[in-house]
């Protein structure tokens, strides 16, 4: 199945690559913090930038508790600003925390940052492109990811901290883009883990609209959603995902799902919806106030060639592609990202190598100031595209029912009435839960009607009335649920299985199944 997939998307991306150019358009540059980090690069830095068509750079700027209205990197921000303007590059400023618990060791900590990003606002007044905090999801930038009963609170958290920003930016100035999240792709969903509690992306947004829900907040969180949809493995291939709950590139419907489950009907937007037309376009866009995507971290790392060993220490701890796939990968996810109506920005990190092999090397220069093919395909895909879509507009519309759902029923069509076993099977592209049970029926033909719509309603509670046996659980997605109902006999009859999944970010998306009718049939004798 993952073969067929990423087989239909690499002729999708053919044609997107060969298609003329339309009228939506994302912009496409760089997670990279060099210019500050080393401000006498910056104007080389913006330079190659514009040599490459490339119009976006975030940069992270890291709030220290001890000192909670200083603004680290001034003077590289200023002059990363002052080279970036003229070469036609935006800068956004990604705010939040340098230490993991710096937001939860103090109750007053996340106002202190709230009041923090208010003041980087101001001092710089030319950005307007704002993102607060980074991968809330995992335990290397926010911690604790779980409480003491091992439930998931880490993004609830986080959402708060969200909130009081979002307040405090639009304070300063109501034209700021507020962009949260900045989301991990993966998360282990295991409080337990040796090393990395963490929480999926999926969860990690149900979390954050059951607290925003809470809250009683009729204002928005955000006014986009940052992603960082990194490939599972360097080796992957550009249309390989992941699976629920986790999500990547080529799984941004489950990230959109995962938002309208969670928020829609509220006061903060959802993604747009759009249809499947020739040419992308922002027509799509249902409403000015629609989610959209920036995927401003999204990196395959390479192997490092022979004559480029010099600029780099330490060792590699990750499988790596090679330079030629990394240019081929890249080249494609422009036209192929620029053809979401649900996508503003696709930022590749990073520009330039790190040096130390530890971290990463993605970039389209290497440590010693070379060009990767990257570098080359990069700009041709830029110059080919202009960042527009020119093939197919990526369709999408929410689901009411549980993802790839299915059941299966014992295939007999007649079983004896001293017969104690009863067992099914379901499954889901997605957990969820389960209401099943088994239903006397008065005649051979499968329910329809009003008989069909009396068993799903009775399958809205865990104890259906009316059924002569009954079982409720948890699906986990992908793998087939056993559902065992109690071991009784059943009376003579004819009898249906019949089951209900509730998707478990949203249970009221549901899915119902029956059963061909089976008979329990006595021996003659005992008629």
Known sequence: MKKTTTALLACALAALLTSPAASAEIAVGVSDDLPIAAPAVAADFYSAMQDVGL?????AVKWEPNAPTAVPNEAGIERALAEAGPRGV???LSLYPLRPRALTDSPAAPAQFAAWTAIVARRFPSVRDFIVGNEPNVNSFWQPQYGPNAKAISCATYAGVLAASYDALKGVNPAIDVIGIGLSPRGNDN??????PSVSPVRCIRDMGAAYKASKRTRPLMDELSFHPFPNL???????GYQWPNAGLANLDRMKQAVWDAFYGTGQPVFPESSFGRFGSLSAIAAADSLRFRLNEVGWQVEIVPSALGAYFGKENVATTDETSQAEIYSQAIPFIACDPAVRSLLFFHLIDDPNLDRWQSGMIRADGTKRPSYASVKAAIARTGGRCGGFTTAWRHAT??????????????????TKIWTMVATAFEAGNYNAGVFRVSRRATPTGAARRKIERALLRAKPRGAALARAGKVSAYREAVIRFPGRRLKPGFYVYAVELFAETNPTRKSFFVSKPFRVVAPKGRR
Do not use: M
Request: proline share 10%.
């Open 90 to 92: 935006n800068v956004v």
């Open 234 to 240: 360097s080796t992957d291939p550009l249309g390989r």
């Open 401 to 418: 029912s549980v993802i790839g759902p299915t059941a299966k029923f014992p295939f007999k069509r007649a079983v004896r009435d001293r």
């Open 191 to 196: 409080p337990r883990a040796r090393s990395n």
């Open 55 to 59: 119009r976006e750079n975030r940069i």
